[in-house]
């Protein structure tokens, strides 16, 4: 290929996409320096021709329609930052149909639609570039694809949304309601006037599938990511796990061992010491297991116009630089690994135990028997009075044990007339593995 | 270049060589499959041919030479971690001549003859690699070459050197002394039975030299790198670092303004809040503010065989991909930029001083003076008795000032007859940027 200008064709101009115009705008001298010709933007893709923007560009480069991007000659490279499944998935296809390279920053369609689009992108010669899709500003997708690409990634423990971080952290830090913090969250524009994706988990847990697939190289699908939201936190939750040497963390998880893998995104106590804990506000993490490099962890902003763009850049970059040598799309997804979902008995950990029960003789020995019986051996065992005279709360913390017998375990407390309710169920993570 | 197998020619066999052949052979299946061919040793130059290995290889790829592999041409990529400067140099200059690309452990070297060593490499078109010359386990180099490629770096912190944060971490932790710690640290094999370069802060001044060069897209040399060793650190400024809500860290710094750039190590009063705080033991993490992205931070093992290893084997991968694309040493390193170090009137940060002085009436505003003379304003003043009769102990932290003023003021300081001893005098960061 001749060196001649790179020009790049953005479907969408919102938050991500303004932040990428202003940043090739800015940095413009510098990318040319690193890829030897100049880059530019030939189109963008808006939906409203006539709507005021606050990032300057040319007016002659918008237009309406995705197929003027994706069937111009004169456009090297598409960067879609559109949003949705359906039509962003259609112009990805037709674009690497058409022999572009694609950068997205789509973690939903990429987390259902990934494995498809990046074997077409393979078949294609063209490079599918998906940086932006986890973790905002952090490099996370090269990171596991190029600097841990050696090892044998054994876990993932990710704050991956940070929204729910930001909730979690105010909660804690300046003792807000759960209503308090969310409605900030909103004014500062991180959470959507909708939280449900957020709060629920469903956000984390397209950026876990997405995560889990190249880590083990298998075909993770969203689906196998088991899901737990945040809503049922409480200040008093929150209270309790620094007393024990906790924070509350909405954590997603990745982990793999001889019985298969173990996907998902779940309200945890996580140990203090634990790098992880000291990540606050809307930040970012992302914690690996390496069978050969040990602990390593990535911190950076999860979110945001110009730390995406950053990714989105980077890619660019990337994309420009296979383009410029020929050999785009030459690295195949095909993964290595096939999938195995650990059942429930597979899958172990600790968990706290917080429970109201009647202040009588013999309910103490009645609750351990129950965890014994489900081979459930315990770490800590603390009883203090209720709130109500007759009533005692009981808190239990266990050693690691399945899944499978933990939902035992809380069927029978569910069960039993001594037990007025499970005031709340954490899984604990000790820290270090 | 058709798909045979390819073959490494390791110089060395030591900590780092052994992880590495190791890595090689445990995964052999899932190198493979990223590559689409085998790789292989062919040949490792040791020194001591008879010597027990702890780690398997075949006998017959022990050899002698350095020259056996450079030469031979059935090698295709030569790995270089037998360290040293000059003998390494010359295997590395030999090698790339040969057309061979060259993966590389060695800071002392890259911080010496990176320049020089990176554009002989790209004149034979030969990916020349180093990875794990900077805090082992992190992908660091491919980060700041990659992943934040599109930003303008501004400013890097880090902890590059885990000796000396494993000192301090047990210094503040257990109360030990400088000198158990230390001991400690060379029981556990991570400290050299001569810990100069570390404690002394060179090593990290190497580390430095390397990530400005990449950051800035700057020569920077290892003579640019002002460096202060951590042995006058105290357990008593421990305890009162943390009493004003700070830890004390060996801190490599990179940074840039419009005035030019400023590297440096020195021991820092870093604030507990800052992420690079919760760094502990013998962890190494490399803090980074670009414009765009904003804060990040990359955190891992800085050293140990497979951690090490780790590295080394990902760039083995990117190596060997090149060469099988043709498209090895593509990449220019010249600078883009010309380095321009700032002179001390224009290197600003805060600064604590612990002073001892004469308890006399007039003293205290004999020093508020000699602050303010030299353009300092003060954030806290402390007063408190001294040990002595007739004595009394100064804490003082000041606002933003230059270290043409500081230094000034410590000058003035020692020639007063009220000033008895400067007990202490660091750098403070104040936390995010």
């Not at 413009?28 to 560009?57: F, P």
Request: aromatic fraction near 6%; include cysteine.
């Amino acid at each position: 290929m001749t060196k001649k200008d790179l020009t790049i064709g953005m479907l969408g101009f919102g938050t991500v996409g303004s932040g990428v115009a202003t940043m090739i705008r800015d940095n413009e001298k510098e990318l040319t320096q690193r890829l030897g010709v100049k880059v530019k933007i030939g189109k963008i893709v808006v939906r409203d021709m006539e709507k005021e923007r606050g990032t300057y560009v040319d007016h002659g480069v918008l237009c309406s329609n995705v197929s003027d991007v994706i069937h111009d000659p004169d456009i090297d490279v598409v960067v879609e930052v559109m949003g949705g499944i359906e039509e962003a998935k259609y112009a990805i296809q037709e674009s690497l149909k058409a022999g572009k390279p694609v950068i997205t920053a789509n973690k939903d369609l990429m987390a259902i639609h990934g494995h498809s689009l990046l074997r077409l992108a393979h078949e294609n010669s063209c490079d599918l570039y998906y940086e932006a899709s986890v973790a905002g500003g952090i490099p996370i997708i090269r990171t596991l694809e190029d600097g841990l690409a050696s090892d044998r990634i054994s876990g993932i423990m990710g704050i991956v949304n940070g929204t729910t971080n930001y909730i979690l952290t105010k909660m804690k830090e300046e003792k807000w309601s759960y209503e308090e913090a969310l409605t900030k969250a909103q004014e500062l524009g991180f959470a959507e006037s909708d939280p449900t994706s957020d709060v629920e988990g469903l956000d984390a847990a397209r950026k876990m599938a997405i995560l889990a697939t190249l880590a083990f190289s298998m075909e993770v699908h969203l689906e196998d990511v088991s899901v737990e939201g945040m809503t049922a936190i409480s200040t008093e939750d929150l209270e309790l796990a620094e007393q024990f040497g906790y924070s509350v963390k909405m954590l997603g998880f990745a982990q793999r061992d001889e019985d298969g893998i173990d996907v998902s995104v779940e309200p945890v106590f996580l140990a203090s010491s634990h790098p992880l804990s000291s990540v606050r506000n809307e930040y970012n993490a992302v914690y690996i297991y390496g069978d050969a490099v040990g602990e390593t962890m990535f911190y950076g902003p999860g979110a945001g116009s110009m730390p995406t763009a950053t990714s989105v850049v980077s890619d660019i970059l990337a994309a420009c630089r296979n383009l410029l040598l020929g050999v785009g799309g030459k690295r195949s997804h095909n993964p290595m690994n096939s999938r195995h979902l650990k059942g429930e008995d597979h899958q172990s950990a600790q968990f706290f135990h917080r429970l109201l029960v009647k202040d009588e003789i013999g309910v103490f020995s009645e609750l351990t028997s129950i965890y014994s019986k489900h081979h459930a051996s315990l770490g800590s065992i603390i009883q203090r009075p209720g709130e109500k005279e007759g009533e005692a709360e009981v808190i239990l913390i266990t050693h690691s044990l399945s899944r499978k017998n933990q939902g035992e375990i809380i069927n029978e407390l569910k069960a039993s007339s001594s037990v007025k309710q499970i005031i709340s169920n954490y899984r604990v993570e000790g820290g270090v593995k």
